[in-house]
């Protein structure tokens, strides 16, 4: 294959690194967030067990597994949002915000009022913020119109804009491009990458889908079990600018993540292809 797109790995090897958290006095941003030894217990069974994971200023972190493994229960965790039964979470941020799987818009507010709930600045600063946050992710027609006008994908883009909009320190993002098409998730994970490097936040990124978990973070938590626990982390061996340009290479980082998935599985459970 001559197309320049592509990667021969055959050519050029790419070496995927497996390893716990490094240390923390490592070379990496400020930490801004630490969890040690986490549980959340629920009567059903399902939760998180003894997690220890920390996220670092201007770190993407992309948490993906089975359904029931607790992805969604460790973003609430941090958002506290649910209390531990057990361990500490140090939270060392000031401003967190957060990208549900539905937007939860007020429906008696436009999509710039709704945007502009989170911003504290003077009223007509808020206004301006909050349609500059909609034209982020190609909303600036809608900024008037109302939830019951807008389609679900635009829905979640106004909950994005939202997020972004508070200017935080750590960004959670649950599912959020769940219900966008191929084209639009593409362009909301390059504005997510360039508000990561522009403003140095960190991002902590949970996804059933490892296309969008490899094309966009720097490092891969696997979970899986029930309560859920950490089963391995990867580190992405591409450079943010370099994950377009070698689709072959990204493409076996993603094999290894679903590896790790699938054998976090349970014994005799449906494995995918």
């Not at 607790?70 to 649910?82: C, D, I, P, Q, Y």
């Not at 361990?87 to 436009?110: A, N, Y």
């Not at 098409?181 to 902590?204: G, K, N, P, Q």
Request: charged share 30%; aromatic share 4%.
């Amino acid at each position: 294959m001559n197309d320049p797109r592509y990667c021969d790995l055959r050519a050029c090897p790419l070496q995927v690194e497996t390893r716990r958290p490094p240390a923390l006095d490592d070379t990496r941003g400020e930490r801004l967030l630490a969890l040690d030894g986490v549980c959340r217990h629920f009567e059903a069974g399902a939760g998180v067990q003894g997690v220890d994971l920390t996220v670092h200023r201007g770190e993407i972190l992309g948490v993906c597994g089975a359904s029931g493994c607790g992805k969604s229960t460790l973003l609430r965790l941090v958002a506290e949002r649910e209390t531990p039964t057990a361990g500490r979470i140090d939270r060392r941020f000031e401003r967190l915000g957060m990208v549900f799987q539905e937007p939860h818009l007020l429906p008696w507010l436009s999509a710039r009022d709704n945007v502009a709930l989170v911003r504290r600045d003077h009223p007509t600063e808020n206004r301006q913020a909050a349609a500059e946050a909609l034209a982020s992710v190609g909303l600036q027609h809608a900024v008037d119109q109302f939830p019951a006008q807008l389609s679900g994908g635009m829905r979640q883009r106004v909950g994005i804009a939202r997020a972004l909009a508070a200017d935080p320190d750590l960004l959670l993002m649950d599912e959020p491009f769940s219900s966008l098409d191929y084209f639009t998730t593409v362009d909301l994970l390059e504005l997510v990458r360039r508000r990561v490097l522009e403003r140095d936040i960190a991002v902590v990124f949970v996804s059933h889908d490892v296309r969008e978990v490899t094309r966009l973070c720097d490092r891969v938590v696997v979970m899986g079990g029930s309560p859920g626990r950490i089963l391995d982390q990867l580190l992405n061996p591409l450079p943010h600018d370099e994950r377009e340009s070698r689709p072959g290479a990204l493409a076996r980082f993603e094999d290894q993540v679903l590896e790790a998935i699938r054998d976090g599985q349970p014994d005799g459970a449906a494995r995918g292809p």
